[in-house]
């Protein structure tokens, strides 16, 4: 029973990982995940786990296409190909003793025939046609009157589609969420610069620092595999491994697993401009964070983040709303 219990946890976390999980099952997971550490351990496990593995097949499929291309630079060139001549083809005549025979039989047929007509005149004769046959006159007949033009009928009218209701242009929010992301590597960098190098505490120092150096780098895809090693246990660097990894997923356009990550981020820093910037995560995965995104934007206008951000946030309100987007 506890295998059973462990291998549906596994699946439900595979689940939430890959975004196969309803909306509604994925936010109640992720509540789950946050008040329980050893559950959110093994998620993180799992998540390491397949980002090592997506990372081992790319490398892969790397040195398989550098062999391979080391292999057809060494092959020789091809020979040229020349096709042998067509022998010629002889042709002979070959005699027909058959066709002799038959031309010297049908010349003694004409020549029986002939004899044989000049001992018999009247055979040669040919027989008087017959009269031509007199044709009876037809008897008229009465032609059936034309019938009466039938009424047109006008076909009815092929009913025309509606046109479909306006529909949501998540394009749109993302490009105004664009432009609140375009100062957050700059950010981070600015706030974590500072720790690079330096001796930190010994849990967790390694994969941070590694992690760090490539993101500070922009290799994205190096510090991504290092940052996930980071899990919830090592409390000094996780809230900002969660950060840099907020970054590098929104640069990957996974907008669901960039808000995920900043709000775990947030959970950490209930500061004004960490509301502001997870407003806009929210704002970039509307289509699954429609709910978080209303109720944090009016927590800013209502003057939650001071009057600086309650300004913003108030036009941000009323710019969506004339785009069309409302709460519902």
Known sequence: MKKMRSQVLSEKIDAFLSGELLPKEAQAFAAEIASDPSLAAEVEAHRL????????????????????????????????????????????????????????????????????SQGNPGAAEKPSPPPPAVEKPKTPIAEAPAPAPQPQIAPPPVPQPKKPARQESYGELIALADENMSDLHGSIEKQLSATRGTQLAENGRQYFNEGLDDFLNKQYSAAKVHLLQVLPGMTDYYPYARKMLAQVFYSEKNYRQAALCFEQYAAADASPP??????????????????KFWRELNQ?????????????????????????????
Not at 274 to 284: D, E, I, V
Not at 301 to 306: D, I, K, L, T
């Open 49 to 116: 786990e397949q980002a090592g593995i997506a990372e081992l097949v790319r490398r892969d499929l790397d040195l398989d296409l550098g062999r391979w291309r080391e292999n057809m630079d060494e092959l020789p060139p091809p020979p040229d190909d020349v096709l042998p001549a067509k022998p010629a083809v002889r042709t002979t005549a070959i005699p027909r003793p058959w066709l002799l025979s038959g031309i010297a039989l049908l010349l003694l047929v004409a020549a029986a025939w002939w004899f044989w």
């Open 274 to 291: 960490a509301k502001w910037r997870l407003l806009h995560f929210y704002l970039a995965d509307y289509g699954h964070q429609q709910s």
């Open 300 to 328: 800013l206008a209502e003057g939650g983040g001071g009057a600086e951000f309650q300004a913003k946030a108030m036009k941000l309100r009323d710019d969506l709303k004339k785009k069309g987007f409302a709460e519902k």
